[in-house]
């Protein structure tokens, strides 16, 4: 398994953060994937790929929850990083419109640069959507063209939104601990999509899959949305394994 999102940099991690890496190994997750937030979480970022080279690998990107009065300054900081480091992927990018509806403008400014920035280097781009669909998918028409590819990560549309965000042809849907949740739905919309485009992950520490929900999410726990996905697909988690793990790999330019 890879998880492809996961924020082990956090400080909620700082105590223990060893055995959070051992653990997720002994799960049989064998990559972890760390989107950057803004300019005050890349040295953490970097401290946690550098500690697990090779196996967390740093993105860089700005969080919309993050577009503050200083965006302008927060976008150059990110943009001299992916000028001097070569990361997995542009994100964790996007519109929140869930917290803060104010600076909606500004959200969706930052997140068309950064998505011109990954057609310029055809880096994947990371996708955080909340209560902004729509919006979103007005940005991406506005700058998408076939270097764009990526994946909506933390998906939890309906059945209209899935097929909307995957007639961008190089993008896939990021499952998480959601669709173990009894009253999501997403068990509903995923299955009649087919895991063909479905990448897993955990959103460590948020987002916890139950049984453990309410405790602090971490990779190793990816093992039980696999588990879910598995039975919503009448597949075995070894053969949903190869599936995900084969697009993620596709997605990021993972060697396996």
Not at 104 to 116: A, C, D, I, M
Not at 199 to 226: H, M, S
């Amino acid at each position: 398994m890879i998880d492809s999102h996961s924020h082990i940099f956090l400080p909620e991690f700082d105590q223990d953060r060893d055995e959070v890496v051992l653990r997720a190994k002994e799960a049989g997750v064998t990559k972890i994937l760390m989107p950057n937030i803004d300019e005050q979480t890349i040295s953490s970022i970097l401290n946690t790929e550098a500690t697990y080279p090779g196996y967390c690998l740093a993105m860089m990107g700005l969080h919309p929850t993050s577009v503050k009065e200083n965006f302008l300054e927060q976008l150059g900081i990110i943009e001299q990083w992916l000028e001097k480091k070569d990361f997995v992927a542009i994100g964790e990018i996007g519109i929140d419109l869930y917290w803060d509806k104010s600076r909606e403008k500004e959200q969706r400014q930052v997140f068309r640069t950064q998505l011109q920035w990954a057609r310029e280097t055809e880096k994947p781009v990371v996708i955080h959507v909340r209560e902004a669909f729509d919006a979103v998918f007005e940005e991406m028409e506005k700058v998408y063209d076939h270097r764009l590819k990526g994946v909506f990560h933390s998906f939890s549309g309906d059945e209209s939104q899935a097929a909307r965000a995957l007639e961008y042809e190089n993008f896939m849907l990021g499952i998480n601990g959601i669709v173990t949740f009894k009253n999501s739905g997403l068990g509903n919309v995923v299955q009649k999509l087919g895991p063909d485009r479905l990448i897993i992950e955990t959103d460590a520490p948020y987002l916890t899959p139950v049984p453990f929900r309410g405790k602090r999410n971490q990779p190793a726990f990816l093992t039980y949305t696999l588990k879910k996905l598995a039975e919503i697909f009448a597949l075995t988690t070894e053969e949903l394994d190869r599936i995900t793990t084969r697009n993620t790999a596709q997605l990021f330019g993972l060697q396996l």
